[in-house]
T-cell receptor
Framework: AQKITQTQPGMFVQEKEAVTLDCTYD???????LFWYKQPSSGEMIFLIY??????QNATEGRYSLNFQKARKSANLVISASQLGDSAMYFC?????????????FGKGTKLSVIP | DVKVTQSSRYLVKRTGEKVFLECVQD?????MFWYRQDPGLGLRLIYF???????EKGDIPEGYSVSREKKERFSLILESASTNQTSMYLC?????????????FGEGSRLTVL
């Protein structure tokens, strides 16, 4: 079964600095997708970024980038120039292809606090 | 805009009651999901459905059942609610056969079982 591990329950970062949120995954499949979602205190889940297992380039979306290291099975999220509004829970997730595998498995999350 | 609507934001039920949580999406998505979210445990998949009348168990299906009679609606049923089912329940949907796209989430239903 697939598994997502986020080892940092909570992190602090100074405003305007960069921060890396760790995510490792475990699957024997060759074809999969990796996602990051943000959940502010208001509760909604906000999609940030997606990386396919066959994508050679690391995904980037504005201030977010996904540092994909396939051999290490890691998919870390890098947020550049942190803002106060980045304070939230962040979830890493993985999807698998194949019959009956239309599901997304989430990690336990990392709570990021941005300090002014 | 894609919209996923969950029928109730807050519910309070008694132990043993039957509980229905409804989820409706307006974008003709094939795939729909029910997750529960608990502090320190992240989101855990209860059930998902990739087509009308099709359902698959997720990681924690015990104590739950689902119904998908129409493509836009995916219902989560607690046959006999228990206190350990107090949680936030999130519904989500996405198009396509393989989950490569963004999941669209509802606002969540916070269930308290007394």
């Amino acid at each position: 079964a697939q598994k997502i591990t986020q080892t940092q329950p909570g992190m602090f970062v100074q405003e305007k600095e960069a921060v890396t949120l760790d995510c490792t995954y475990d699957t024997s499949d060759q074809s999969y997708g990796l996602f990051w979602y943000k959940q502010p205190s208001s509760g909604e889940m906000i999609f940030l970024i997606y990386q396919g297992s066959y994508d050679e380039q690391n995904a980037t979306e504005g201030r977010y980038s996904l540092n994909f290291q396939k051999a290490r099975k890691s998919a870390n999220l890098v947020i550049s120039a942190s803002q106060l509004g980045d304070s939230a829970m962040y979830f890493c997730a993985m999807s698998l292809s194949g019959a009956g595998s239309y599901q997304l498995t989430f990690g336990k999350g990392t709570k990021l606090s941005v300090i002014p | 805009d894609v919209k996923v609507t969950q029928s109730s934001r807050y519910l309070v039920k008694r132990t043993g009651e039957k509980v229905f949580l409804e989820c409706v999406q307006d974008m003709d998505h094939e795939n729909m999901f029910w997750y529960r979210q608990d502090p320190g445990l992240g989101l855990r998949l209860i059930y998902f459905s990739y087509d009308v009348k099709m359902k698959e168990k997720g990681d924690i299906p015990e104590g739950y059942s689902v119904s998908r009679e129409k493509k836009e609606r995916f219902s989560l049923i607690l046959e006999s609610a228990s206190t350990n089912q107090t949680s936030m329940y999130l519904c989500a949907s996405v198009a396509g056969e393989w989950v490569t796209g963004e999941l669209f989430f509802g606002e969540g239903s916070r269930l308290t079982v007394l």
